[in-house]
C-alpha cells in the first residue's frame, strides 16, 4: 500500500501525561496535527483558551495536551478555510494572552497539519528559541519531507524552515517562506 501523504511524531511530553490520548498526530475529521514545543504558561491559560471553542471542538479534545488544543484552536479559528489566517490568528490569541496574563515563558511551535491531501509546516516562537524545522529537497520518489532534524546526514538534501515562517506543500509543490502575518 502506498500513502501520498502522512504524519507521524514521537511524543516527549512537556504538558499532560504521556497516555493516548495525548499521542500525535490528532486528528479531527479530515484533519492530523503535530506539534513540537508548547505554549509557555498553558496551565495559566487553559480555560481561557478552551472557552474559544465552539461546543463540537470542546467535545472532541481528548486528551489534555497543549498540542491538542492548539490544533483545536486552528480549527476553531478557520484553519478549513485558510491556513495562513487561522495560524496568524491563533498565534496572536496567545501571544495577547501571554501578555495579558504576564506570562514569561515563551510560546515555541514547530507544527504540521494535513488536510488529506495537503501538508503546512509552521515554525514559530516567541523568543529566540524556536524549534528546528526542516523541508527536504526533492526525494528520489519526487516526493517532499517535513521534519524536525534532517533525517539523513546529507546537508544539501534539506533547508531549514525560517522561524516566523509557514511552508505550504500540494501536489503542485512546495510554497516556502511564506511570512507569518500575526493578527
Not at 516567541?126 to 520518489?141: E, F, G, I, M, V
Request: aromatic share 8%; net charge positive.
Amino acid at each position: 500500500m502506498q500513502a501520498p501523504l502522512f504524519i507521524a511524531h514521537v511524543r516527549a511530553s512537556t504538558t499532560g501525561s504521556t497516555m493516548r490520548a495525548n499521542c500525535h498526530p490528532f486528528a479531527y475529521q479530515n484533519w492530523n496535527f503535530a506539534h513540537n514545543g508548547q505554549i509557555g504558561g498553558f496551565y495559566k491559560m487553559q480555560r481561557s483558551l478552551e472557552s474559544l471553542l465552539s461546543d463540537e471542538l470542546y467535545q472532541a479534545r481528548q486528551g489534555t495536551t497543549d498540542s491538542e488544543l492548539l490544533f483545536l484552536l486552528l480549527l476553531q479559528f478557520g484553519l478549513s478555510k485558510s491556513v495562513e489566517m487561522a495560524c496568524g490568528k491563533v498565534i496572536g490569541i496567545l501571544e495577547r494572552m501571554r501578555t495579558k496574563m504576564s506570562i514569561s515563558e515563551p510560546l515555541r511551535i514547530a507544527a504540521v497539519g494535513a488536510d488529506g491531501s495537503d501538508l503546512f509546516a509552521l515554525r514559530y516562537a516567541s523568543d529566540a528559541y524556536s524549534p528546528t524545522l526542516y523541508r527536504s529537497r526533492k526525494l528520489d520518489n519526487g516526493g517532499i519531507a517535513i521534519a524536525s532534524e534532517p533525517l539523513d546526514n546529507i546537508r544539501h538534501n534539506w533547508a531549514p524552515i525560517m522561524p516566523s515562517c509557514l511552508v505550504l506543500v500540494s501536489a503542485g509543490g512546495v510554497i516556502q517562506g511564506l511570512g507569518l502575518k500575526i493578527s
